[in-house]
């Protein structure tokens, strides 16, 4: 069946998807260009894909920028990488504002400079009236170091009296994640051949679909994002019913 493009949370389109956009590196050098090559064609290409998943009513998109452990990659690429945030992150401005997209934050981002913290808080206070797709980029962010400091916040609850160990719900842990107040991803889509979590969203995938692509990042096109659209349609989530 083919999919309806136009109606926003149209049937059948998964209300929330996350995409880990692995392959950068490897696209470059298949290429003999430099890594930072193959990140620029990605960010190309995150456009892209944002652009389509918005057309096509996913509610929200959640991608994979910038994990806890890339600060351990050679400076040169890490500097590469902060440029293209810089750059994509203006061009989001007003690129996805004309398409009613809010853009949000997950993770850390007070490790970033100066500079591209002040950028990340005016997209998102400019984009916070839009009321059409959210994007959520998870820049400096690790499901770890998210649970932990949402179990440092409710260990501070109890510590102060206003909590009790058992009156912790997983609805309260929820609710001290990033995605606090978003639906769960539905599918989880990573390209590049690897088959792993790699630490993104590990509290709230607990039931969400995977589709692995064996594209490198820069090489995943609309097509491929229907076409995990429609292996997810074909399964039967049970959430551990029967
Ligand atoms: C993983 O590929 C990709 C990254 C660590 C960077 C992803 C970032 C972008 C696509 C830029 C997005 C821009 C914005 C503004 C959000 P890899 O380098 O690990 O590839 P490899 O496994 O082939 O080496």
């Known amino acids: ?73 050679p400076a040169e690429e890490v500097s590469a990488l902060m440029r293209l945030f810089r750059q994509y992150l203006e061009e989001a401005l007003s690129d996805f504002m004309d398409e009613n997209i809010r853009v949000r934050f997950l993770g850390d981002v007070s490790a970033f400079s100066p500079e591209l913290q002040a950028l990340i808080r005016r997209v998102e206070e400019e984009s916070a009236v839009k009321d059409g797709m959210v994007l959520n980029l998870a820049m400096n962010y690790g499901g770890r170091a998210e649970i932990t400091r949402a179990m440092r916040t409710l260990a501070a609850r109890v510590e102060s009296g206003a909590l009790k160990p058992e009156e912790i719900t997983e609805e309260m842990i929820s609710g001290e994640l990033y995605t606090a107040g978003q639906p769960d991803p539905d599918l989880i889509i990573r390209p590049s051949g690897e088959e792993r979590l790699s630490n993104f969203l590990l509290w709230q995938s607990a039931y969400t679909e ?3 692509f064996d594209i490198l990042w820069p090489d995943f096109k ?14 039967n989530r049970r959430f551990g019913g029967v």
Do not use: C
């Open 222 to 235: 609309p097509q491929h994002l229907d076409e995990a659209i429609e292996k997810f349609r074909s399964r």
């Open 210 to 212: 995977f589709a692995y």
């Open 1 to 73: 069946m083919a999919l309806d493009k136009k109606t926003p949370g149209a049937a059948g389109v998964p209300q929330h998807i996350g995409i880990i956009m692995d392959g950068n590196g490897r696209w470059a050098k298949k290429r003999g260009l430099p890594r930072s090559a193959g990140h620029t064609a990605g960010a190309a290409n995150f456009r892209t894909i944002t652009r389509y998943a918005s057309s096509i009513g996913v509610k929200y998109l959640t991608l994979y920028a910038f994990s806890t452990e890339n600060w351990n990659r």
